[in-house]
């Protein structure tokens, strides 16, 4: 069958899929304490989302990255999880991954490792226990630390992903980046995004990594690479660490010419750009055919509506956001 190519000649290689907007954490730049989260019964089954990831892979997806909400508080997750690797298996996916904060991962980094997940993403914004309590709102340090433990001796690679947030986590950078140097994990920051309503304003918290680059560029030997993943990162080494560190900057940068992903929702909306609203329907083809003729058609459509890019601006007078789902409707 042929390969997914958009109208500006960029192949679309990489399905991330959001298996639930629901999380057990309440992160600050992320959610509002007090979130309506879609009706269960809204909700692609386990079984659907795993026919829409199998249609992908038929056309040429190799890389596949499950995200939330928080992927692994989804009730059966493992059972999606061990039917996409047997496909990492096969070799007809290169990677089977996922993004998590890592709360479950001390009860499934095994079974991750066993699945065939190689990588995984662990979000982590501070590691100071009060610190972490207070912008995840509901979390607990001690419980991702743990999990990061189960996932080393798993042998699983771990990417740290650090939202760098103004006057919060701005000095514990070097902490962080020796941290990750001493655990073996690379690591990347990330910009604040506008999505969703949240009860900050985000022009408090937004800190630009051009910023913070020069400050860390001032303490540590940053050597550039040309590690690429097709994705808004730019990754250089740590020279001190051996470790690789990387800056995703949606706001200062544009990122998009060499976009090779689409974003997958929990009710079967697929999203060509984590920016733009556009979206196209993929439950009503999932539902109405046994067969995936009309899944195929959907799926055609909606590449060939590929924007070229996003138009993220935070705008200093106003609050509302640029998009109005929140990060975890399409997982980042
Ligand atoms: N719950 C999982 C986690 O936290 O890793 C997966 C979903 S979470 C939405 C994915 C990533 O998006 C996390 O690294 C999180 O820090 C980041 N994120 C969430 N909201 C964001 C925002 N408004 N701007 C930038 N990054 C955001
Ligand atoms: Fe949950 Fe991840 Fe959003 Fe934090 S960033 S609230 S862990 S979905």
Redesign the pocket.
């Known amino acids: 069958m042929s390969q997914l190519i958009d109208p500006f000649g960029r192949a679309v290689s990489y399905l991330r899929v959001?298996v639930t907007d629901r999380?057990n954490?309440r992160?600050q730049?992320?959610m509002s304490e007090n979130m309506n989260f879609l009706p269960k019964s809204d909700l692609l089954t386990l079984e659907e989302l795993d026919r829409l990831c199998n249609a992908f892979i038929r056309r040429g997806v190799d890389k596949i990255r499950l995200?939330?909400?928080?992927?692994l508080v989804r009730r059966n997750v493992m059972s999606l999880i061990r039917s996409l690797g047997e496909h990492v298996k096969t070799g007809n996916l290169k990677e089977l991954t996922l993004?998590?904060?890592?709360s479950q991962l001390a009860k499934y980094a095994h079974e991750l490792a066993d699945c065939g997940v190689k990588r995984i993403?662990?979000?982590l914004?501070s590691l100071n226990a009060e610190k972490f309590q207070s912008i995840t709102r509901w979390g607990n340090l001690e419980d991702v630390l743990d999990g990061l433990a189960q996932a080393k001796d798993a042998g699983l690679e771990v990417k740290i992903?650090t939202?760098a947030l103004k006057d919060f986590n701005e000095n514990e950078v070097d902490d962080i980046i020796s941290w990750c140097g001493d655990e073996g994990f690379d690591l990347t920051f990330?910009?604040?995004?506008?999505?969703?309503e949240?009860e900050d304003d985000?022009t408090d918290q937004y800190l630009p990594l051009s910023i913070l680059s020069d400050r860390i560029r001032s303490q540590w030997t940053l050597e550039e690479t040309p590690y690429k993943t097709g994705g808004p990162a730019n990754y250089c080494k740590v020279k001190e660490t051996g470790k690789r560190i990387g800056f995703i900057t949606p706001l200062s940068h544009n990122f998009c010419e060499s976009c090779n992903r689409v974003r997958l929702t929990c009710t079967g909306q697929l999203y060509m750009c984590l920016g733009q609203d556009d979206q196209k329907d993929l439950l009503s083809p999932l539902r109405m055919s046994e067969g995936d003729d009309l899944l195929m058609a959907a799926i055609d459509e909606a590449i060939g509506n590929k924007p070229k890019g996003h138009d993220f601006i935070i705008d200093r007078q106003g609050a509302a956001p640029a998009v109005a789902r929140?990060?975890?409707v399409t997982?980042?």
């Open positions: 959001s999380c954490y992160c730049y992320c995200t939330g909400g928080e992927p993004t998590t904060n890592g993403n662990v979000s914004d992903n939202v990330i910009e604040t995004m506008p999505m969703g949240i985000r929140h990060m975890s997982g980042g």
